[in-house]
């Protein structure tokens, strides 16, 4: 079992920033901005606008995609040091499709103090404005090519969950074609330019969405319904339950709803067997 407590010090932030409007981010995390020795962040360009609109003047360093592994050993070797440093990402929180798990991942295993300053995750905005049932699963991006795109979404077909994927405006065409595809003509809630000026909010089918990509810009969430069981045609089961009572044997039975409704009666023998299995 490992526990870690969060008061040790040096302490590693992991820091919640806005997803758009520069309003959007706790007092608590304005304070440890400033305090800390050094913030590390994807972008240092993007994350300078939100620091100097604060005045943070704290020393910004970049830790993305590219650097993560080697940079990830510098930070925990810093920290080390007796350094409280912050991770910021460029919108929204840290590791939420986003990078940080290295460090994060150093960070338990070299026992250095982790917390988290809580900020907006534009899932989590569009999940409270979706009508979307729960559970729901957070998927992140799906892979760009559309083979990859394509297995992954089968592997989620069945669930029953609410699934949230982010995308790019450029690749929303082919992924909304990929779901219909494969999941079926689903109801998808999009969230579009959350906190911005141009915040929109869409309910429609994969395929009435289809129809609108070409008005659809900026940044995006998708949502959509997860699997929901076909609605067995319960008519015919009552049919063969009301020939039984009449005093049928269920193998008659079957044979003779199959006649009345000129339907296969192997098939329909599957069909009951499966239905009485879900209805015992
Ligand atoms: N770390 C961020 C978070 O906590 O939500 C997510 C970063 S991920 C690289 C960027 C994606 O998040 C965008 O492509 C978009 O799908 C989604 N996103 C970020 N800001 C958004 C916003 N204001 N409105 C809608 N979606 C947004």
């Known amino acids: 079992m490992l526990r870690k407590s969060a008061n040790l010090s040096p302490i590693l932030y992991l820091v919640g920033t806005p997803i758009g409007n520069l309003e959007d981010i ?3 995390a304005l304070r440890i901005l400033k305090e800390v020795k050094k913030i590390y962040c994807e972008d240092t360009r993007t994350s300078s606008v939100l620091l100097k609109h604060y005045n943070i003047t704290t020393p910004l360093e970049s830790y993305h995609n590219f650097n993560e592994e080697t940079k990830a050993e510098t930070i925990i070797e810093y920290m080390k040091e007796g350094n409280d440093v912050a991770l910021i990402s460029d919108a929204g929180n840290p590791i939420i499709s986003d990078p940080g798990f290295k460090l994060v991942d150093l960070a338990i295993k070299n026992n250095v103090a982790i ?3 809580p900020g907006p995750s534009a899932f989590t905005q569009a999940f409270m404005m979706s009508n979307m049932p729960f559970p729901f699963l957070f998927y992140g991006f799906l892979k760009p090519k559309k083979l990859e795109r394509e297995k992954e979404l089968n592997e989620l ?3 029953k969950a609410s699934l949230i994927f982010y995308e790019a405006p450029h690749r929303l065409q082919d992924t909304i074609k ?3 595809e494969v999941l079926g003509d689903r109801e998808i809630y999009l969230a579009r330019e959350l906190t911005k ?4 909010h869409i309910y429609a089918k994969a395929s009435e969405l289809l129809e609108d990509i070409p008005n659809l810009k900026g940044e995006m ?3 959509v319904k997860g699997y929901e069981e076909e609605k067995i045609d319960t008519d015919k089961f009552t049919l063969i339950n ?3 009572k009449l005093g049928l044997k269920a193998n008659d039975a079957i044979k003779e709803v199959a006649k009345m409704l ?3 009666k192997k098939e329909l023998y599957k069909e009951y067997i499966n239905y009485k299995q879900q209805n015992e």
């Open 221 to 223: 969430v998708l949502i």
């Open 115 to 117: 917390t988290t300053i």
């Open 157 to 159: 077909k069945y669930l």
């Open 197 to 200: 000026k141009f915040e929109e």
């Open 262 to 264: 000129n339907i296969d």
């Open 242 to 244: 009301e020939q039984i």
């Open 26 to 28: 706790s007092l608590r």
């Open 178 to 180: 990929s779901i219909i």
